[in-house]
């Protein structure tokens, strides 16, 4: 292993010709210490809620992050031997030091990885580690992380001042009581955490547990959810508890983009029959899903909510790792999406109303300058989101750039969002976002394509002004 300090180049992630490079290093400049406005991402509202210590640098940084555990089982490392809960109680590691040093001893297996340039940064910047990670090393990084952590100020609350962000969204089911936003806001932070909804649960009729997600939406709103007519007010009484709460969009990862709506005695007509415990074909739940797609541009349009959609990937692709461990364990699949024709009915009947917004995502990235920087270049209720999941690496980003700029321009993107459950994390990803932008940039101003004020203007743009444009806060 290297023996040299862990060090963060002052460059890096920057273009490698000398020329562009500081044009970049001007650009970015201006925009690294900008607030971070993390408008799509995972942190639990709970976190904030009770403001407690993170528990140690394993529960922190590998347990809950994905990015960073599939990798390690990918090589043959048990889920086990990594501490993740099992579903059905049996015992796993729970030696958070000894989950450490197996992280520690695998490090090289990050080179060339995002997860590597994210982890690099909290190391250096977060935790004031300057060892680079491996067998020798690893008990010391860990009481070094480990005395940051049990810091005082090293806890979630605190930690929105010491990263700079302005405001974060979690993401929370229908279902959502929204007890945790309820204590946030009472404590003084409802504007700065704020909630995002996400109906997945109870608009995938074929789901084993929709019949109970249903019931539970009936029983959080007040309203019988026995009947589809009951079932679309309490949605509708949920977004308008979210809109109170402070949320400004709506969240929506099913495996298509469909959005034909079906003719509502049919779509009531399933909805009475699975609940009464018939099963649906897969293409009937794949049409009601559409539906409520379509549905929910309609709400949209009524509570302003931004429409979130990010279609394209076959979750939880192995059934053992499934049923052993739970969801989202990084058995997700990234597979192709016809957007050009699965968002059509919605955009036909919202895309130009000027009470609907709809963000569009995507990790199939064929579509992007195929597709949906067409759409997004077109339909002025539409922006492009940013590259995430399996895309927000360098690489990713500077694709992303020169596939969609041509046809969408700047202006009808959304800005970074940092999808991640890993608190920590957020700065070093929206830094690494920065320097690609502002390498991008720095190359359009090198080939006389832009000025460099112009260009510095953009970044600042990406940086704030679309993000938060993006995602407006709704009168209430």
Request: charged share 25%.
């Amino acid at each position: 292993m290297p023996t040299s300090p862990l060090t963060l180049h002052p460059d890096r992630a920057l273009p490698a010709d000398p020329a562009v490079r500081e044009i970049a290093r001007r650009i970015y400049t201006q925009i690294a210490d900008l607030p971070l406005i993390s408008m799509h991402g995972h942190v639990e509202a709970q976190a904030f809620a009770e403001n407690t210590p993170f528990a140690d640098p394993a529960q922190l940084l590998i347990v809950p992050d994905h990015y960073v555990t599939r990798m390690l089982a990918s090589q043959g490392i048990s889920y086990d031997a990594l501490g993740i809960p099992r579903t059905d109680g049996a015992p796993v590691e729970a030696d958070s030091r000894a989950i450490w040093r197996t992280f520690c001893e695998n490090w090289k297996l990050y080179r060339g990885t995002p997860s590597r340039y994210w982890i690099e940064h909290e190391l250096v910047e977060v935790f004031d580690v300057h060892e680079v990670p491996s067998a020798e090393s690893a008990d010391r990084i860990y009481d070094q992380i480990d005395a940051v952590v049990s810091s005082p100020d090293f806890r979630p609350q605190q930690l929105l001042d010491r990263f700079g962000i302005e405001i974060i969204s979690t993401t929370d089911p229908a279902t959502s009581d929204l007890a945790h936003h309820a204590r946030i806001a009472e404590q003084g932070l409802g504007e700065r955490v704020v909630p995002t909804f996400r109906p997945d649960a109870v608009y995938q009729i074929g789901g084993p547990s929709w019949a109970q997600e249903v019931v539970a939406l009936g029983e959080v709103s007040g309203i019988d959810t026995g009947d589809y007519t009951g079932f679309l007010e309490a949605l509708r009484e949920r977004r308008r508890a979210f809109v109170a709460a402070g949320a400004r969009a709506s969240d929506h990862g099913h495996l298509r983009a469909d959005t034909t709506p079906m003719d509502a005695a049919d779509a009531s007509a399933l909805y009475a029959r699975v609940l009464a415990g018939h099963a649906p074909s897969a293409e009937e739940a794949f049409a009601f899903e559409a539906h409520m797609l379509f549905t929910t541009a309609e709400m949209s349009c009524e509570d302003g909510l931004v429409m979130q959609l990010h279609p394209g990937v076959l979750r939880d692709h192995h059934s053992g790792v499934l049923q052993s461990y739970g969801k989202d364990k990084g058995y997700d699949i990234p597979v192709p999406v016809d957007y050009a024709r699965g968002v059509q009915p919605m955009l036909d009947r919202f895309g130009r109303d000027p009470r609907f917004r709809c963000i569009l995502f995507t990790i199939d990235e064929t579509v992007y300058s195929r597709e949906l920087a067409p759409i997004a270049g077109t339909y002025p209720s539409v922006r492009l989101g940013a590259p995430w999941w399996f895309l927000d690496s360098p690489d990713g980003m500077r694709r992303f750039r020169e596939l969609a700029t041509e046809t969408a321009g700047f202006y009808n993107t959304s800005g970074f969002v940092d999808d991640t459950r890993a608190f920590a994390s957020i700065p070093a990803r929206h830094d690494l976002s920065r320097r690609i932008d502002a390498g991008y940039l720095a190359n359009l101003v090198a080939e006389h394509r832009l000025q460099e004020d112009e260009a510095t203007e953009v970044a600042i743009d990406l940086s704030s002004t679309l993000p938060r444009a993006a995602y407006p806060p709704i009168a209430h």
